[in-house]
């Protein structure tokens, strides 16, 4: 079990370093009067996490029984990794104006501040419906689900994942929620770089995550 978490560790930063909600729940923060929308972003945002990690590591059918299911299991990892840095390639090889987070984030900003929770609670959990955010919950779910775990040990092997996963969510909604006025200066210093650097943080993390679900791939061959 152990082993499995170590592996399901590096998987569960890349979806905590996750631009668009981060910058989602700090627009919130800053720009929505109601603390409560912010709140419900982060539940839906964090039950959607939970939700997709905890499918897809309970009715993935990755089992191993043998040489031959070892064999299954890492050309499957294999696969999802080079996914992963296919697809760090092609967020690379955008347009640099389209590259920068807040050309599209902006154009929200002003739904995002007139959101009401009901609405922000959905979008949390349809930022969990992303290519990315689904290719990599699908690769943790195969990295859980090929150690023959137990219902228990999938619960908590999906409970460290979320919880490392929407940390760099839950946190700031946190302390803005309890020091909006006193947070406000280093929350906006936080939207502002994840704003600038979201895109480079993003290939960055899919090319070192996609490495590392290739090598455990290769290594179970």
Same mark, same amino acid.
């Given at each position: +079990? ?11 930063? $890349?979806? *905590? ?9 700090? @627009? ?5 009067? =109601?603390?409560? $929308? *912010?709140?419900?972003? %982060?539940?839906?945002? @964090?039950?959607? +996490? ?5 499918? #897809? $590591? ?5 089992? /191993?029984?043998?040489?031959?299911? #070892?064999?299954?299991?890492? &050309? ?11 697809? !760090?390639?092609?967020? $690379? ?11 599209? /984030? ?8 007139? +959101?009401?929770?009901? &609405? %922000? /609670? ?12 689904? #290719?990599?919950? !699908? ?7 090929? %150690? ?31 020091? =909006?006025?006193?947070?406000? @200066? ?15 943080? @993003?290939?960055?993390? #899919? ?15």
């Amino acid at each position: +079990m152990l082993i499995v978490i170590g592996q399901v560790l590096p998987l569960a930063l $890349a979806l *905590a370093l996750s631009s668009v909600p981060i910058a989602s729940a700090l @627009t919130l923060l800053l720009r929505n009067p =109601r603390r409560s $929308a *912010a709140v419900a972003f %982060a539940v839906g945002y @964090t039950i959607g +996490m939970a939700g997709l990690v905890g499918l #897809l $590591a309970s009715f993935l059918p990755v089992r /191993l029984g043998g040489d031959v299911s #070892l064999g299954v299991h890492g &050309l499957l990892e294999i696969a999802l990794g080079v996914a992963v840095v296919v697809l !760090g390639i092609v967020t $690379a090889r955008r347009p640099a104006g389209a590259g920068r987070l807040g050309a599209g /984030l902006h154009r929200l900003t002003g739904a995002l501040g007139g +959101m009401g929770p009901v &609405l %922000a /609670l959905l979008l949390g959990i349809t930022l969990d419906l992303r290519p990315k955010s689904v #290719l990599v919950a !699908g690769t943790i779910g195969v990295v859980i689900a090929g %150690a023959t775990p137990t219902g228990g040990e999938v619960l908590v092997a999906t409970t460290i994942a979320t919880a490392l996963g929407a940390s760099t969510v839950i946190v700031p909604v946190v302390v803005g929620a309890v020091r =909006r006025a006193r947070a406000r @200066t280093w929350l906006e210093a936080f939207d502002h770089w994840i704003t600038r650097n979201g895109r480079t943080v @993003t290939v960055v993390v #899919l090319f070192v995550v996609g490495a590392v679900v290739i090598g455990n791939g290769l290594g179970s061959l």
